[in-house]
């Protein structure tokens, strides 16, 4: 079955060899004499292809190559009369091979010369189709079939209107289905060797090898190698850009499936509101702002994906006693998401609401929830009830501010930049007093809390409550001032 495919492939775009055209590169250093010497080993070189002498023109080519080294044409021409020995030995019928046994004549070893010559080609003519046509052929023909998709591939970003290489894409594809090297499921070679899947949103390395965007950063997250050949990568998600044309061309040749794909890529950026991303760390409480340095594989993967939907996942804690997560959390917003070279993370962070934890599970290493968003009991508007924590809210306000003034006059006294800048934080998340709910959450915020206590605070749902504690911890601070 190989035979009957490699005899099909290599003739894509390898029918003939090329003329070689005096007067063209590096001609200038060398004498008009060599180059005559190397023009006319070359024209007998090709004429011998021509006549199906193949190691006649393998010889001409290279004594043309010592004469006129790193010529393209040269190469190419001695690659693809490389590439027809392979073709023609293995299409010679095991029966003949038996009867006359060709002695020296290897086709593994013609095929690793015509790899050879293609890559310099490539160094050469890396704008040229026919240089990927040539590396392509001498791949399959070492049957390295994703190598070969690679080499492929790149030759469709210089011209995706290549019909050789179109071709050699359906071929290559269905050897690699039929000889189970790839998925048999699958009917194209546009696949991403991480996922295994229809190739998204693809990013090639400068190593030459394409992933989707956000497969190759997952694996970045755990070492800057290419998942393919470890070449280090000195790429980020910040700085590398998703090549167009191949989205291009997957988008309109696999419509459906690229449809499919983006939809899952959506989940997961965009897990929909009744689901959260978890950062397991501690009890936030709403109205806080911090900061958080983001350096584990799982959790950098997480940030990625919240970054690119709506900024925004849950902070939560782990009971100590029982070894799983708080029931109650909070939503935090990503304000600023500063990339550092090195795959981490610098984030600041601002907290928004609490919500209840219906039930978690694992999704690619870290925790995702189905949630409940809570809020309090509160009065209806216009009743008294509402007039009197109207009145609490005023009063636990007035109180704030007094309480604020003094802190920061001590502050100031002490000179602690340290303390007057958190203070200005603090101020600068007070949201207004008519949100009594949030209002007094921003209330707990003005004193260090204990995570017992905070998460206690979260699951609080009487406001006026949640005040009257938040008052009792601004006043303890106040008399034993402990203010720093
Ligand atoms: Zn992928
Ligand atoms: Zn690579």
Redesign the pocket.
């Known amino acids: 079955m190989r035979e009957a495919l490699s005899t099909e492939l290599s003739s894509e775009g390898l029918e003939d060899v090329e003329d070689f055209i005096e007067g063209s590169e590096g001609e200038s250093s060398m004498s008009l004499e060599r180059v005559r010497r190397a023009s006319d080993l070359m024209q007998i070189g090709n004429q011998a292809f021509r006549e199906n002498r193949l190691e006649d023109a393998i010889n001409c080519y290279s004594r043309a190559n010592s004469v006129k080294p790193d010529d393209p044409v040269i190469l190419s021409n001695r690659c693809v009369a490389y590439l027809r020995v392979c073709q023609v030995l293995r299409r010679r019928p095991p029966s003949v091979s038996e009867h006359s046994p060709l002695s020296g004549l290897d086709p593994t070893i013609h095929a690793e010369l015509a790899l050879k010559d293609a890559d310099k080609v490539i160094n050469f003519r890396g704008d040229s189709a026919k240089s990927y046509i040539l590396k392509a052929n001498a791949l399959i023909m070492l049957e390295k079939y994703e190598l070969a998709r690679d080499a492929i591939l790149s030759g469709l970003h210089v011209d995706p209107m290549s019909d050789p290489l179109k071709a050699l894409e359906r071929t290559a594809a269905s050897t690699i289905r039929s000889s189970g090297h790839g998925k048999p499921e699958r009917t194209d070679d546009f696949d991403?060797t991480?996922?295994l899947?229809l190739l998204y949103e693809p990013v090639t390395t400068p190593c030459g090898h394409t992933?989707?965007r956000s497969?190759l950063f997952r694996s970045m997250d755990r070492g800057n190698r290419c998942p393919l050949c470890r070449t280090v990568l000195l790429i980020s998600p910040r700085t590398c850009a998703i090549s167009v044309t191949l989205n291009n061309i997957v988008k309109k040749t696999f419509p459906e499936e690229y449809a499919e794909r983006k939809l899952e890529n959506e989940s997961l950026t965009n897990p929909g509101g009744d689901f959260m991303p978890l950062f397991v760390m501690d009890v936030v409480l709403p109205c806080e702002k911090f900061h958080l340095n983001i350096f584990e594989p799982r959790y950098r993967l997480m940030v990625r994906r919240v970054m690119e939907g709506n900024r925004r996942m849950g902070m939560v804690i782990t009971d100590s006693a029982s070894g799983s997560i708080a029931d109650f959390a909070c939503e935090v917003e990503i304000t600023e998401c500063e990339p550092l070279p090195d795959g981490r993370f610098f984030l600041e962070l601002k907290s928004r609401r609490r919500f209840r934890i219906l039930r978690d599970w694992d999704q690619d290493g870290y925790r995702m929830a189905e949630i409940e968003w809570v809020s309090d009991i509160c009065p209806l508007e216009g009743t008294t009830e509402r007039v009197q924590l109207q009145e609490v809210i005023d009063n636990a306000a007035e109180y704030a501010r007094s309480w604020m003034k003094k802190a920061r006059d001590e502050a100031q006294q002490r000179q602690d930049r340290v303390k007057l800048l958190e203070l200005d934080e603090v101020e600068s998340m007070m949201p207004t007093t008519r949100d009594p709910e949030l209002y007094s959450f921003w209330l707990t915020t003005l004193t260090r809390r204990r995570s017992s206590e905070k998460l206690e605070l979260l699951r609080e749902r009487d406001t006026i409550q949640r005040i009257s504690k938040a008052l009792v911890f601004l006043r303890l601070e106040a008399q034993t001032c402990i203010i720093q």
């Open positions: 991403c991480v996922c899947k992933f989707c497969c």
